[in-house]
């Protein structure tokens, strides 16, 4: 649902930056830096995998009670170095 408000966001910004910027559209953008063009995954699915399989899992547990994941005392792994994202 966050994923979803913030692409839609930034769908407003390029309409409103398009009223005075010749610009493509805002699909073909996102197709292009998601490297959905040349890629079976796009990079949005590949950092979410990441952040499941290397944040979330190890170091939430699901509590049956309140229904919800919770951060776990003793994580089942070392805390995962994050590197700066690179810009192509």
């Known amino acids: 649902m966050e994923l979803q408000c913030l692409l839609e966001v930034n769908r407003l910004t390029h ?4 009223s005075f910027l010749t610009l493509d559209s805002f699909e073909s953008i996102v197709s292009e830096v998601n490297h959905s063009v040349s890629s079976a995954l796009g ?3 590949l950092h979410i995998f990441w952040e499941l399989t290397y944040d979330f899992l190890p170091h939430y547990c699901y509590n049956g ?3 919800r994941f919770v951060k776990t005392q003793q994580p089942h792994v070392n805390e995962t170095r994050r590197e700066k994202m690179t810009r192509e």
């Open 43 to 45: 990079r949005i699915t």
């Open 15 to 18: 309409e409103l930056l398009s």
């Open 65 to 67: 009670s309140t229904n």
